[in-house]
């Protein structure tokens, strides 16, 4: 079963705080909302989880192994994985060639052509077999999200989470995201989904966490978390206004 | 899905021509025509293993021809300060080493032989023929030559781990730069701009296909140096298909999202850095035999950027490309040497042809980014690519 133990979380940049002792456990195959407004800290969060970063105190524990401390190479091999906010594909690569970086990275001790159809598999799940030869740069902004999450099914991480996976997307890719995590989360994987798109996030999630610049207002299931006055005040209250920044914000990123 | 084998079967028909080319060529300039040809051979190593460092890996390096310099001037002190003796000197520093003396011959830089002379050739003035030394096999001295180069390559690796893109262009041209420098500096040493010489590659003759031939015959090194180039192509064909230059690509694109993704980014940075520099000494090391000096002039920015070039008229994102461009370029360089006259203006080619080479670079970087030779090799590999995807979308759209 897995678990995920976050204790005391800390991270400064220079003179702004930006995780104040942060703590949560995740036990099982948990579909978590992360939510918050812009700059509230869920990004470096994510990196501190993934390895990118270090903490400036606290520690994260997967499976009973520490790995605040691991390169992220080593993060992603304990059965952690996360998507980027703005979209990372290998751009002159295929989309088969990005497929096969994590798989053999993994050293699983599969055979190319076990690897070659499990990625095969993984593009028609995600309806874009067709651009399969195609560079990542030929790819839609859309289809460069979806080409993200089969890399991401071809690592079969523990834990996964996910930084904005539904920002800039059209409903019908939105229904193969959704697709994406009923299939992990079915597999047994816990998931974190970090969106500001609050009608998602309540259909999917079982549990939110709320961050508000640093803290952790809240921690529970979406009903009292909607009901909480804290969270209302930094959050959910101002929610048309934050969807409005938030589109302004996306667009220069 | 069709397979294409047109490139498969193009290099095949490449390498049966240059393995038979010194055979069936005849012509009066044979002697010449191979010299371009082995230099054509030294710098296809170099560009095509700067293609591997910079065009798969991203790692774009300007110190390349530091490496080359590297192994050729480790092989030349090599074999220019140590012998064997049956006999000691009793001047030199000197090692008893099974039967023999392992000679360490003190420096003494470049002054007249007739003031100064080095412990050993006293030693011999002294002995007066009755003593035979043995100079240090060529071979040894190219093995060297490649170790030290990945040595340099490992530390220059470690160093630039975190330095990307612009960074770690001056980084390397520092190095590149700061080598040369040193060894146009110590004199006592290296000989300053004087150079050392080296023993020939087959310093000895050397009896091929039933042939004798002495040791400046051009066919022994042109086989020399056209098998060290398959070699390193091989090598690099290996790496390309593995997982290897699968994941360099990655770390070329991506490298935050290459680790978040399980990929070991710096052991892939460092071995890429290792295995090129190490193609790049031997290279340097053999040539530098080959043409029996080695100079610090050898090591200029300009040698570089020719490189550069050369990999980038080919097609720096494939080794291939840029070995067939390096060779095509070097002969192509050296035809246009001939000057010419028209009505009674003398055109100087050796100088003119550079600017013309400049000219054709910056032609290919504004209107064939990929070099000349990669589109002709990607028309036949990925040509079908597009046709595939419409036919499936269409496909997809109907059903
Ligand atoms: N590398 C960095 N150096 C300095 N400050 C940083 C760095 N990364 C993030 N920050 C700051 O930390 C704060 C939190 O940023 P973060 O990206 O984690 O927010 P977020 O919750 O993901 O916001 P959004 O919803 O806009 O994605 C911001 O104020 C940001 O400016
Ligand atoms: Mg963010």
Sequence with gaps: MT???????????????????????????????LIGPN????????????????????????????????PPYEVARAGLGRTFQVTRSFRRMTVLENLFVPALALNRGHSREEIAQKALEVLEFLTIDHLRNEYAQALSGGQQKLLELGRLLMLDPEIVILDEPFAGVHPRLMEVIYRYIERVNGAGKAIILISHQMDSIFTLCRRLLVLNYGDLIADGIPDDVKRDPAVIEAYLGADEEESNGEQGGRAQS | ?????????????????????????????????????????????????????????????????????????????????????????????????????????NPIGVTSS?????CLRQALSIWDGSVQITPMPVWLGIILGTIMGGIFGLLIGLLVLRLRA???????????????????????????????????????????????????????????????????????????????????????EDQDAAAALGVNTTRYKVLVFVITT????????????????????????????????MAVIGGVENFVAAAIGAIVIEFVLEMLRNSFDIGGITVDMTIWRLVIFGILLMLTLRFSRNGLILPLIEHFTRGHVAKETVAKRAAGASS
């Excluded at chain 2, 007739?114 to 080095?118: G, I, R, S, V, Y």
């Excluded at chain 2, 300053?192 to 002495?214: R, S, Y």
């Design chain 1, 3 to 33: 678990n995920l133990a976050v204790k005391g979380l800390n991270k400064r940049f220079g003179g702004l705080h930006v995780l104040k002792g942060v703590s949560f456990e995740i036990d099982g195959p948990e579909l978590i909302g």
């Design chain 2, 278 to 309: 190490m193609m790049a000494a031997a290279a340097g090391a053999m040539q530098a035999h080959y043409v029996g000096i080695i100079t610090p002039n050898n090591l200029f920015l300009l040698q570089m950027s020719l490189v550069v070039a």
């Design chain 2, 114 to 118: 007739t003031l100064t002379q080095d």
């Design chain 2, 166 to 252: 612009a960074y770690l262009a001056l980084f390397t041209l520092g190095f590149a730069e700061i080598l040369r420098a040193t060894i146009s500096a110590e004199i006592l040493i290296t000989r300053g701009q004087a150079g050392i010489e080296l023993p020939h590659l087959f310093d000895n003759g050397i009896t091929l296909f039933g042939h004798a031939f002495t040791r400046t015959d051009k066919l022994p090194p042109y086989f020399a140096m056209f098998f060290l180039l398959l070699l390193c192509l091989g090598i690099l064909a290996w790496l390309a298909k593995s997982k290897f230059g699968l994941f360099v690509r990655a770390l070329r």
């Design chain 2, 1 to 105: 899905m069709k397979k294409h084998h047109t490139p498969q079967l193009a290099g095949v028909a490449l390498i049966a021509f240059f393995a038979l080319f010194p055979f069936i060529y005849s012509a009066g300039d044979y002697d010449y025509i191979m010299h371009i040809a082995i230099t054509g051979f030294f710098y296809a190593i170099l560009a095509s293993s700067w293609s591997m460092l910079a065009g798969y890996a991203g790692q774009f390096s300007f110190g390349h021809i530091g490496f080359m310099g590297v192994g050729a001037y480790t092989t030349a002190l090599f074999c220019h300060y140590l012998y064997l003796s049956p006999e000691p000197t009793n001047i030199c520093t000197e090692f008893l080493i099974g039967e023999q003396y392992l000679i360490l011959v």
């Design chain 1, 39 to 70: 700059g509230a800290g869920k990004t470096t969060l994510t990196n501190i989880l993934d390895g990118a970063i270090k903490p400036n105190s606290g520690t994260v524990y997967l499976n009973k192994q520490r790995i605040d401390q691991l």
